[in-house]
């Protein structure tokens, strides 16, 4: 069995990912500094999968930390999701960011030099798109100037993986540019851990919904969109996750020098008001929500043209946004009255 390692895999989307790498028979090998997770995602992929997966808890930035786990297991791919992804404290502490998000993609490509290891797959987001000129966003859309530190990081990261490759060191990458991940797994054990009040949209409305905020401000209704509020391509996380497999699978067929990119989303937009209506629909609740002002640098409309990787890995979305509010209450829900966090 191939070993993956995962960098940031107790997070969100990189503990979705271990479930999937393991249903398609790849063994995750879990690599995080619990700096924005919990040590107890562990077992609950136990709980999924049957299997204890090896973790080592550590920063991706420490070679040292990534010698051991070269010593202790022969790593076939990386796929680096460990990084700092919150906008509004990248404007406060830009350095962190660069360090932290830039600083791990270099210590881990010198890695994958020295030992040998050919295949990547990054972590990239479709906010390296700004607002879009065209709709729905191809791979070949230009980037825009990013509108944050955190953007930045992710627009450099790719660029730095473009002029690595092109150098021919013998390694092979995807950038996935994901759209805006939810929901959570089927099981309800694993999910998203938001730390302090949710700046995204549906961790507002499944703490709103549970209680633990009081109304939900949906940020402007007065856009260029059929009701007025703005437009995302919100994508299942366990579909977001099995991205990631086929872009291995995909990898391992490919020439050495190879990079490519590729948008993870459902190529549906859906508003806000869209979203909470779903959410209302499919649990059976009314959310308390009122509309406010714009919120200061928000992109009105993005949406992914899916085309590329529909084609190329064979991939498409198979859940749909109801089964994303579904996912996401029940998640909410087995964490009770706390606010996201285990204890
Ligand atoms: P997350 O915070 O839940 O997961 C990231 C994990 O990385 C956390 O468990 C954290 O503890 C760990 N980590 C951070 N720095 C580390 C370091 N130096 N060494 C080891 N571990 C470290 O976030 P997520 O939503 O799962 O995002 C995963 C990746 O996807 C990130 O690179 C993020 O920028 C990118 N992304 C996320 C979104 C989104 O909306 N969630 C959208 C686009 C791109
Ligand atoms: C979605 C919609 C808000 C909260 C962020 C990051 C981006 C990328 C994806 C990582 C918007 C509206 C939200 C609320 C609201 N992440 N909203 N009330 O803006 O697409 O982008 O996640 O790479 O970098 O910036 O996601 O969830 O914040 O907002 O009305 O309380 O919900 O205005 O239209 P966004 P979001």
């Not at 808890?57 to 202790?72: A, H």
Request: proline share 4%; net charge neutral; hydrophobic share 40%.
């Amino acid at each position: 069995m191939k070993k993956i390692l995962i960098t940031g895999g107790a997070g969100y989307i990189g503990s979705h990912t271990a479930v999937e790498l393991w249903n398609a028979g790849l063994e995750p090998i879990i690599l995080d500094d619990l700096s924005n997770s919990h040590a107890q995602v562990l077992e609950r992929l136990k709980d999924i999968t049957g299997k204890s997966f090896s973790f080592y808890m550590g920063d991706c930035n420490n070679r040292v930390v990534l010698d051991q786990i070269s010593r202790e297991h022969e790593i076939a791919g990386v796929i680096h999701f460990a990084a700092f992804k919150a906008v509004g404290e990248s404007t406060i502490k830009p350095l962190d960011y660069y360090k932290n998000n830039l600083g791990s993609l270099l210590v881990l490509l010198e890695y994958m030099r020295e030992k040998g290891i050919r295949d990547l797959v990054f972590s990239s987001s479709c906010t390296v798109y700004g607002q879009p000129d065209v709709l729905p966003v191809t791979e070949v859309t230009p980037r825009k100037d990013a509108e944050s530190p955190y953007g930045n990081t992710k627009k450099i990261g790719e660029d730095i993986l473009v002029d690595y490759v092109k150098s021919k060191p013998g390694i092979r990458v995807v950038a996935l540019r994901y759209f805006n991940p939810v929901g959570a797994h089927p099981s309800a054990k694993i999910g998203e851990l938001p730390m302090g009040t949710p700046q995204n949209l549906v961790p507002f409305i499944t703490q709103t919904a549970a209680g633990i905020r009081q109304k939900l401000t949906v940020f402007g209704n007065d856009y260029d969109t059929p009701d007025g509020s703005c437009i995302r391509d919100y994508i299942h996380v366990v579909d977001l996750a099995d991205a990631h497999v086929k872009a291995l699978g995909f990898l391992f067929q490919k020439p050495l020098d190879f990079y490519e990119v590729f948008n993870v989303g459902t190529g549906r937009g859906n508003t806000v008001l869209e979203v909470i209506h779903a959410f209302e629909k499919v649990n059976g609740l009314k959310l308390a929500y009122q509309i406010g002002p714009r919120r200061a640098g928000d992109v009105v409309k993005t949406w992914a043209d899916t085309r590329k990787i529909n084609q190329e890995l064979g991939w498409h979305a198979k859940y749909t946004l109801d089964d994303c509010m579904r996912d996401s209450w029940r998640w909410q829900l087995s964490l009770g009255e706390r606010k996201g966090i285990f204890e």
